[in-house]
């Protein structure tokens, strides 16, 4: 698939509603308005009677009274990875924890072998289907990271893949090294050394290449220490690189204090944030990554800290964390629903966790997220009436028009 063949969105999109927190900054539309496109970027928003004339030679498109939001953003992917873990989600069902699944030779490791056995193409071919499924839905940004290959030539054929996903069908792609996802099995016994060769050989070898956008760590008692993250974050420091956790998923590990300390875009997962955490995120300006996905999987019952984390204003965004382990999930829609019935988010929260906060989790508040004159064109017309019908429905799609990088890519 060629994204540049595809039809250009230049033009004025007319009769649209925007979304609550649809537009940059605080500014808001009340009925009809209208998106003049130009050269894929947006020219100019407004009320859909006060178009400017310079627009008038542009092509018109009938928005049909569509509700409209930014394009989607999925901030937390695990998307390239080789085979699957259905037999867990059985032993899973079963009684076993995810715990005791990985220290049974499964979980992460598992799919580490799976990952290492595929080439690139395989891995591509793989991947390219599950981006397709969520692109379809109006995601316009992804990050992907690496972290099922735990060896330098596996780890770049992840973020290889993840590149080339990016180029290929037009869609921004952020990319994030997660070496110290598990200790890969050739190493067992010997957890300093790989973090080590984490640091000083991996992770500058593929920043070095170019295919490092930010840097993460699976801090967590069945993975890599605090004193270990630390050492993670000092290399990417080193390197100029930002950080984000995986941060109290099964436990307090006091990660996301650590991760705030160096500056994190984001804390993920957080079901055990403590009250210090919170108020360390807050002051770094961290976001709060929910993945409810991964939650519901795992049939967790340890509710994130969603009041307090309110509270203190600290920006929380919503992903997929699409992974064949814990979240075999590839729609954000279903999430925001999960957000706003598991974790009690309101609806504008969650529309916010999928546009707005998912963009800031990734360091791109700049371009996408909202709807902004100078930004890329990025957005979605929904044929719905009322806005929390974003997160209502489930396990059905609303028709919808997506425009991605100043292309119609859905109508
Ligand atoms: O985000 N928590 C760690 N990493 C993934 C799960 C990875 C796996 O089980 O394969 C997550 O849930
Ligand atoms: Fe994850």
């Known amino acids: 698939m060629n994204h540049c063949v595809l039809p250009t969105a230049d033009g004025v999109w007319r009769h649209l509603r925007f979304a609550p927190g649809a537009l940059a900054g605080e500014q808001a539309i009340e009925g009809d308005a209208a998106i003049a496109v130009a050269d894929g970027k947006i020219a100019w928003v407004g009320r859909g009677d006060a178009v400017p004339e310079s627009f008038a030679v542009l092509p018109r498109f009938d928005g049909r009274d569509a509700l409209v939001t930014p394009g989607l953003v999925d901030c937390h992917t695990h998307l390239v990875y080789g085979g699957q873990r259905a037999n867990e989600f059985a032993m899973r069902l079963s009684g076993a924890t995810y715990e005791e699944v990985a220290k049974a030779g499964g979980g992460i490791v598992s799919s580490v072998r799976a990952t290492r056995e595929a080439d690139e193409d395989t891995l591509y071919a793989q991947a390219a289907r599950r981006l397709e499924q969520l692109l379809a839905e109006g995601v316009c940004a992804i990050e992907i990271k690496s972290g099922y290959g735990l060896a330098l030539e596996h780890e770049r054929k992840q973020l290889r893949v993840a590149r080339r996903l990016g180029e290929a069908y037009g869609v921004t792609v952020r990319t994030t090294f997660l070496g110290a996802h598990a200790l890969p099995p050739e190493y067992a016994g010997r957890q300093g050394d790989y973090v080590e060769l984490v640091c000083k050989e991996m992770l500058p070898a593929l920043a070095s290449e170019g295919l490092v956008d930010a840097v993460d760590v699976f801090c967590e008692r069945i993975a890599f220490s605090l004193e270990e993250t630390e050492r993670v974050f000092q290399a990417a420091k080193a390197?100029?690189?930002?950080?984000?956790?995986?941060?109290?998923?099964?436990?307090?590990?006091?990660?996301?204090?650590?991760?705030?300390?160096?500056?994190?875009?984001?804390?993920?997962?957080?079901?055990?944030?403590?009250?210090?955490?919170?108020?360390?995120?807050?002051?770094?300006?961290?976001?709060?990554?929910?993945?409810?996905?991964a939650y519901y999987t795992l049939r967790d019952t340890h509710l994130p800290p969603i009041e307090a984390l309110r509270a203190a204003g600290v920006p929380m965004a919503v992903s997929t964390d699409h992974n064949p382990g814990t979240s075999p999930a590839l729609s954000l829609l279903l999430m925001a629903n999960m957000a706003c019935t598991l974790f009690r988010l309101t609806v504008p929260e969650a529309i916010a966790g999928i546009t707005r906060h998912a963009a800031r989790a990734l360091g791109l508040q700049d371009t996408h997220g909202v709807i902004g004159v100078g930004r890329p064109a990025n957005f979605v017309l929904w044929q719905l009436r009322d806005g929390a019908e974003l997160a209502y429905w489930f396990g059905q799609q609303p028709e919808r028009t997506i425009v991605r990088q100043g292309r119609i890519v859905k109508k």
Do not use: F, N, W
């Open 239 to 293: 390197l100029g690189l930002p950080v984000k956790l995986h941060a109290e998923q099964l436990s307090d590990m006091g990660g996301a204090a650590l991760a705030a300390r160096y500056g994190a875009l984001s804390c993920d997962h957080i079901e055990h944030l403590s009250a210090e955490g919170i108020a360390a995120m807050r002051e770094a300006g961290t976001t709060a990554v929910l993945l409810p996905g």
